[in-house]
């Protein structure tokens, strides 16, 4: 059984930085391909990015390609979104889990960009 708690998430303006850590407790991290997905108010959940358990192959969602990056770091049983230029529509809930999904969800961290 993996769980899963996500942090970092904070308020600030429009092209600024932050970076998303999740941390995972278990045994099997490092066997699975992990993703971050976000939950916008009034929307349903949506996959933001993606890697595979060697850390390679990361996937992103067009809306981020060239702003966000995911790595992973299995001995640690970490993974962290690195989400440069921020933009008002990154506004959201962001959560860690497998992908696709079979953990049960954490907390999420809240990510809002506004001026």
């Known amino acids: 059984q993996v769980q899963l708690v996500e942090s970092g998430g904070g308020s600030v303006q429009p092209g600024e930085s932050l970076t998303l850590i999740c941390a995972a407790s278990g045994t099997f991290f490092g066997s699975f391909m992990m993703a971050w997905f976000r939950q916008a108010p009034g929307k349903e959940r949506e996959f933001v990015a993606g890697i595979s358990w060697t850390a390679g192959w990361p996937l992103y969602v067009d809306s981020v390609k060239g702003r966000f990056a995911i790595s992973r770091d299995n001995t640690n049983k970490t993974m962290s979104l690195q989400m440069n230029d921020l933009k008002p529509e990154d506004t959201a809930i962001y959560y860690c889990?497998?992908?696709?999904?079979?953990?049960?969800w954490g907390p999420g961290t809240q990510v809002t960009v506004a001026s």
């Open positions: 889990n497998a992908n696709p999904p079979s953990f049960e």
